[in-house]
C-alpha cells in the first residue's frame, strides 16, 4: 500500500466514514472543505508521527502542509527524508 493509499485510509476511516476511497480525491481541501477541524489536525498530526515515525517540529505546523492527501504525502516524505538524512 502507498503512502497515499494509508493516508487515504485513515482519511477515511476517520474523518469521512460514509465515503469509498475512490470518491476522495488526492488533491480535495480537506481544511477548507471543513473535513478536518483543529482538533482533527492534531489527530492527523499524532498518527503521521507514530505511523511514519516522522518527527514534526513546530516548523512544519503550517496548514498547508496538510491541507490535501497529496500535501500530506509530500510533507510526509520530506520529514521523513529529513528524518533519515539528519537534516
Known amino acids: 500500500?502507498?503512502?497515499?493509499?494509508t493516508i487515504k485510509s485513515f482519511i477515511i476511516e476517520e474523518f469521512l466514514p460514509d465515503v469509498e476511497p475512490?470518491?476522495?480525491?488526492?488533491?480535495?481541501d480537506l481544511l477548507a472543505n471543513g473535513v478536518i477541524d483543529s482538533l482533527g489536525l492534531l489527530k492527523l498530526i499524532a498518527w503521521i508521527e507514530d505511523r511514519f515515525s516522522a518527527p514534526i517540529a513546530d516548523d512544519?505546523?503550517?496548514?498547508?502542509?496538510?491541507r490535501s492527501?497529496?500535501?500530506?504525502d509530500t510533507f510526509v516524505a520530506r520529514v521523513t527524508?529529513?528524518?533519515v538524512t539528519g537534516s
Do not use: K, R, W
Not at 475512490?22 to 480535495?28: I, K, M, P, Q, R
Not at 492527501?69 to 500530506?72: E, L
Open 1 to 5: 500500500m502507498s503512502n497515499v493509499d
Open 22 to 28: 475512490a470518491a476522495l480525491a488526492a488533491d480535495y
Open 60 to 66: 512544519d505546523l503550517d496548514p498547508d502542509n496538510f
Open 69 to 72: 492527501v497529496t500535501a500530506i
Open 81 to 83: 527524508a529529513g528524518a
